[in-house]
């Protein structure tokens, strides 16, 4: 009886750690890392997430690696215009962002704190995610 509690032992041992391999970050579907190629050289990328309220296109939010990071646009930020067109609607900025090519160097002006500049920024290709 011995040899069998044994066996057993050594059994659920063995499965336990094949089930345990089985399930680490190397082989688990949900712990894949994400890679980011740029997909689509039609639309244009700057990197931003904005809200527009009272008449104005506020930056919430800047994503790493991109061209928006690269020229410090920042949280609060304002973009007042776009190849000197005034923007009046949030879906006019993603017109002129989404609607330009990979590559093109739109010219915006940037309100921070009450002080414009003109920054020129290289676009990069809409990015696709996949896991």
């Known amino acids: 009886m011995a ?6 032992a050594l059994a659920t041992t063995l499965m336990a750690m094949q089930v345990a391999d089985s399930m680490s970050t190397r082989a688990c579907p949900y712990h894949s890392p994400a890679e980011v190629t740029m997909a689509n050289q039609e639309h244009g ?7 527009f309220h009272d008449g104005v296109a ?3 939010s800047v994503l790493p ?4 990071e690269r020229f410090s646009l920042q949280p609060g930020d304002h973009v007042i215009s776009i190849d000197g067109d005034v923007v009046d609607s949030a879906s006019e ?3 002129k962002i989404y609607g330009a090519r990979a590559g093109s160097i739109p010219t915006l002006v940037i309100e921070r704190n009450g002080a414009e500049r003109t920054i ?3 676009l990069m290709a809409w990015p ?3 896991y």
């Open 65 to 68: 690696g991109t061209p928006a």
């Open 128 to 130: 696709a995610i996949t």
């Open 93 to 95: 900025l993603q017109e």
């Open 3 to 8: 040899g069998v509690a044994s066996g057993l």
């Open 58 to 60: 506020e930056i919430d």
């Open 120 to 122: 020129r920024p290289t």
């Open 45 to 51: 990328f700057l990197g931003i997430r904005y809200v």
